[in-house]
């Protein structure tokens, strides 16, 4: 059982930090892992609603999230690091406070890849090595860029670092149900999950400062740095989203019986959508993810 | 909406303990059978409501999903009252002159009241009986007049709310819960990362909340209600939650 040394691995690693989620003993979830390590399609699949059971990529085993992870996570990492070694790095951050912000994230990003090896090595499992990567998206000069610049002009950078970052978290929220019978896994995940939308804030804010009309949170009012249709775009379709639900699935209706509106002045009912929006960030599948990840790597 | 009139059938209903344990086979039997009993009775919480009329005393968190529901409900309660109470302060305008930073908390006012509203109507949905009353924040420690004092209790609020969603995620067992707490703590994390920037900027994932691994904070329930209670007049039992 492969995955015995995962879970130690990781109820240490909780151990370290904070208390394991609910105290499970240890005994338990690996009593879990083994029912659902048969098929890894654990009692996740048959408590879907209905309606999303359609999708085939929804069979995704811990290792297959863990190996996404680390994709997404060699490619933050890398990306971060490249900006991190040009010659002129502090003349192109232009200021102490963003280059130690990038470095801060960049830090993070060489922590979850040095966390997601640690964990597929000790799973038994081989760890991917790691892509070759163009972050202009030019697949090394077989095709016209997608950010030429990314690396001389610090405003792209910055719009390719949002949309890395943002398409993280969203990868990251599509595949937290996967794990959800592995608590320790579930946990890590979870805690990867924050630290990226932070850094995803971060930049975002880094951008809005520089005169980029863009909100801390993924915002309809956002100027889009993406074209629609487009590859890049999948990183943020299906974010303008007002329907949320309970299990049934039963739709929560915000706009009719909601009493959300709060302050002066009062939002209209456009205003308040664009609110419920924000509220709520939404995932992307593993497919989604992976394609993003494929406009860098060569 | 400040105001409040419970019927007397309602008051029957939060006469009954908050902690009814319900087996987990019959959890969808309970769903929707008495959704909209109380879907209006809970005020919003709007402005500087504090007249909620349920007296200070306990509540009940109650347990499994539900009590994890109630968990959040309680704390986007929090949020929510909190930043309601500093976008209609008088002297909003003076305490955050920077227009960007008044549309931005203005912003995370109504982020917060959503939340605390979607989860009103998930648990009315999902269990009415067990719906923890609106509570009534104590945020008599909080100088609304002072910025450094309003984004320091905002930073504690924010970074309570990620630690606290990292660690439920684990006692959630209802798949759809668990889409919904994700969707919702990569927001609260946007939230805290701005307003760690606002207090000291660069410090929107320092070492105080991510650690060596890359991994934000998660607190267990304990840890969390400890740091919240100060700021909640009722006494919030959360010993169940998640079981």
């Known amino acids: 059982m492969e995955f015995l040394t995962l879970l130690a691995r990781l109820a240490d690693l909780s151990s370290e930090t904070a208390p394991g989620p609910s105290g499970a003993p240890r005994r338990e979830a690996l009593a879990r892992l083994g029912q659902a390590g048969a098929a890894l399609l654990p009692a996740v699949l048959t408590a879907l609603p209905s309606a999303t059971t359609a999708a085939p990529q929804d069979n995704s085993t ?78 090394n000069g077989t095709q016209a860029a997608l950010y030429p610049d990314v690396f001389t002009n610090l405003d792209t950078f910055l719009k390719v670092a949002q949309l890395l970052e943002d398409a993280g978290v969203r990868a990251y929220k599509g595949q937290a149900e996967f794990v959800l019978a592995d608590n320790n896994l579930l946990e890590a995940l979870l805690r990867t999950h924050s630290t990226e939308a932070r850094h995803a804030s971060h930049i975002r804010t880094m951008r809005r400062q520089r005169g980029a009309v863009v909100k ?79 406009l860098f790597i060569h | 909406m400040s105001n409040i009139t419970q019927k007397g059938s309602d008051e029957a209903e939060f006469a009954k303990p908050l902690y009814t344990p319900i087996k987990r086979r019959s959890f969808f039997m309970y769903a929707g059978a008495t959704a909209g009993a109380t879907a209006l009775l809970l005020s919003g ?19 499994g999903d539900v009590g994890v529901l109630n968990y959040a409900y309680a704390l986007e309660q929090l949020e929510a009252a909190f930043y309601a109470q500093v976008v209609s302060n008088s002297s909003f305008s003076t305490t955050f002159s920077n227009a960007d930073e008044r549309t931005a908390l203005m912003a995370i006012a109504k982020h917060e009241a959503i939340h605390r509203d979607f989860f009103k109507a998930a ?48 006692l959630i067992q209802n798949v759809t819960y668990l889409g919904i707490a994700g969707k919702i703590v990569s927001v609260e994390a946007r939230h805290a990362a701005y307003i760690r920037d606002l207090l000291s900027n660069g410090t929107f994932a320092d070492n105080t909340t991510v650690d060596t691994n890359g991994l934000d904070k998660a607190m267990t329930v304990a840890q969390v209600l400890t740091a919240a209670q100060p700021f909640i007049k009722e006494t919030i039992n959360g010993d169940n939650v998640g079981k």
């Open chain 2, 45 to 63: 919480c709007d402005d500087d409501d504090d007249s909620v009329t349920t007296p200070s005393g306990t509540v009940n968190l109650g347990m």
């Open chain 1, 62 to 139: 811990p290792l297959d999230v863990l190996r996404l992870a680390l994709t997404l996570e060699y490619l933050e990492s890398d990306f971060y690091a490249r900006a991190l070694a040009l010659p002129n790095a502090t003349a192109f951050f232009g200021s102490a406070d963003n280059l130690v912000a990038i470095q801060t994230i960049s830090a993070h990003e060489a922590q979850h890849v040095a966390l997601l090896q640690r964990l597929l090595t000790d799973a038994g499992a081989t760890v991917p090595a790691k892509p070759n990567f163009d972050f202009t998206g030019s697949k």
């Open chain 1, 216 to 294: 801390s949170w993924v915002s309809p009012a956002d100027a889009p740095i993406t074209t629609a249709g487009t590859v890049p775009n999948q990183a943020y379709a299906g974010e303008s989203v007002v329907a949320q639900y309970v299990p049934g699935p039963r739709l929560v209706p915000f706009e009719t019986t909601l009493p959300i509106n709060v302050g002066t002045p009062q939002l209209s009912r456009e205003a308040i959508l664009a609110k419920v929006m924000e509220a709520f960030d939404e995932p992307i599948d593993a497919p989604t993810a992976t394609q993003l990840a494929q």
């Open chain 2, 123 to 170: 648990i009315t949905q999902a269990a009415s009986s067990q719906i923890i009353p609106g509570l009534n924040p104590d945020f008599s420690k909080v100088n609304f007049s002072d910025r450094n004092s309003v984004l320091t209790t905002a930073k504690t609020f924010e970074d309570l709310g990620v630690a606290a969603y990292n660690g439920a995620g684990a």
